[in-house]
């Protein structure tokens, strides 16, 4: 009999509940953080950390020297090895990998989503080679939750949090498919929000099942594909990988990595992706530029840090070295007077679906409600009344208020856009050519939402 979402729910419930003593096998975790208008996602490295043990993960599934941490030769994109038969309740079940972050790597309250990609593929163990998965075998992914569009943002009805959701927002049938010809089902679930620490830590679920929804498959190894998203940034965490064990000896489970690897595999991690969008000297990333940045560069430069890809905002003359210039350097720059810490900690764009960055001059819009469909996009100022288009994408409702846009007029409307520290309403008109000029720009004292 076929095995639907619901049914999938409670088929972990109680085999949960049926087990005495539960099974913890060794996995890797994502990791996940956000920097600045980006979010990104890689191997969990917290110390003792379940789910973060990468020197251990060889020896326990036994993998070949030289096979940690895995990365696709081709594509350079980090994966994350698993065992379906690795939960009390079968051979074709798995939680893992789960998706956790650190103490304020992620702001408060902020809602990560997956964005499931590319196809289904596997590794033929009777003929050792890669190839589209068979239509009769599918990996749902069960678990992600389905979010509407009454997203709220009001203080008062939000317990004080930055946003937060109505009754019934979320159901719990929300699954995504992944088949040979692509995905099916929901594309895109939310995976969790975030504490008041931004630490986040949630295990959906894997089940290798066939079209029918009845869980089982062939043995071999299985590989998807999926990146990560954030309501307050506007890239998303580059692809990432995961390789399922369904039944296959360690032995041919290592080849089928080695087969993604190549033979000599990756010794090394990769290295932290650089920034699409940063201020000069805000080397803490929370925006702006005060004494704590400068703080950082003194210390670095006490210290004879050697300038590498994790610390290379510190050097802000850019002249190859962090030493005590780079501090004055920064000093000059503060973007808040006095070089003082703010009393009030800043809004972000967990508010608005709007935000200006003044060291860039880019209008990021993270929701724009057009003709029924809700879109992604960047706008780069050229003057002071002149934006070009520059980043458009597909996308899904985020906001309680998104930006509006009429397709017959040409009309951008912005119900409020957060610009250091205060909220503007603004309206632009489409002039031609990816174009958009300033009709109107007026502050205003509160979120359209909590305007009474």
């Known amino acids: 009999m076929a095995m639907n979402c619901r049914n999938h729910f409670l088929y972990l419930a109680l085999t949960t509940v049926l087990t005495i003593q539960p099974v913890f096998a060794q996995h890797l975790d994502v990791a996940v953080w956000g920097q600045g208008n980006a979010l990104f996602a890689g191997?969990?490295?917290?110390?003792?950390a379940i789910g973060c043990d990468l020197d251990g993960l060889a020896d326990a599934l036994g993998l070949p020297d030289g096979t940690l941490p895995p990365i696709e030769a081709v594509t350079n994109k980090p994966i994350f090895t698993v065992d379906f038969g690795d939960l009390s309740g079968g051979d074709?079940?798995?939680?893992?990998?789960?998706?956790?972050?650190?103490?304020?790597?992620?702001?408060?309250?902020?809602?990560?989503?997956?964005?499931a990609l590319g196809k289904l593929r596997y590794w033929d163990p009777a003929t050792s080679t890669w190839g589209d998965a068979s239509p009769d075998v599918q990996i749902r992914l069960f678990g992600g939750l389905e979010g509407n569009a009454e997203v709220l943002s009001d203080f008062a009805q939000c317990a004080g949090q930055l946003l937060c959701f109505s009754e019934n927002s979320f159901g719990i049938d929300g699954s995504t498919i992944f088949t040979g010809n692509g995905i099916q089902g929901s594309p895109e679930?939310?995976?969790?929000?975030?504490d008041s620490n931004g630490i986040l830590h949630t295990h959906l679920s894997f089940f290798l099942e066939n079209q029918a929804g009845?869980?089982?498959?062939?043995?071999?190894?299985?590989?998807?594909?999926?990146?990560?998203?954030?309501?307050?940034?506007?890239?998303p965490s580059d692809p990432i990988l995961v390789l399922f064990n369904a039944g296959i000896d360690?032995?041919?489970?290592?080849?089928?990595?080695?087969?993604?690897?190549?033979?000599a595999g990756n010794n090394e991690l990769p290295q932290q992706p650089e920034l699409p969008v940063s201020i000069p000297g805000d080397v803490d990333l929370d925006g702006d530029v005060d004494r704590i940045d400068v703080a950082l560069i003194l210390l670095a430069a006490q210290n004879n840090e050697t300038l590498n890809?994790?610390?290379?905002?510190?050097?802000?003359?850019?002249?190859?070295?962090?030493?005590?210039?780079?501090a004055l350097l920064a000093k000059t720059r503060c973007t808040l007077r006095l070089c003082s810490i703010p009393i009030e900690a800043p809004a972000t764009a967990l508010n608005v679906a709007a935000t200006y960055d003044h060291a860039s001059g880019i209008l990021s819009l993270n929701d724009i409600h057009v003709d029924g469909g809700h879109f992604r996009a960047q706008l780069q100022q050229r003057d002071?009344?002149?934006?070009?288009?520059?980043?458009?994408?597909?996308?899904?409702?985020?906001y309680a208020t998104p930006v509006q846009y009429d397709a017959a007029t040409g009309?951008?409307?912005i119900p409020a856009v957060f610009v250091n520290g205060k909220f503007y309403q603004a309206i632009l008109k489409n002039t031609g050519n990816s174009l958009f000029a300033v009709e109107s720009f007026q502050e205003i004292d509160a979120l359209p939402n909590q305007i009474d």
């Open 43 to 48: 191997y969990c490295r917290t110390s003792a």
């Open 92 to 115: 074709f079940s798995t939680r893992n990998p789960g998706f956790q972050s650190v103490r304020n790597a992620l702001l408060p309250n902020e809602l990560i989503s997956y964005r």
């Open 189 to 194: 679930l939310v995976v969790d929000i975030t």
């Open 214 to 235: 009845e869980v089982g498959g062939p043995s071999g190894a299985y590989l998807i594909e999926m990146q990560l998203i954030s309501n307050a940034r506007f890239f």
């Open 250 to 263: 360690p032995g041919e489970f290592g080849a089928a990595l080695i087969a993604l690897t190549g033979e």
């Open 309 to 326: 890809t994790t610390n290379a905002a510190f050097d802000v003359d850019q002249d190859g070295f962090i030493t005590r210039a780079d």
């Open 384 to 398: 002071d009344l002149i934006f070009t288009l520059t980043q458009l994408q597909s996308d899904i409702s985020r």
């Open 411 to 413: 009309m951008l409307d």
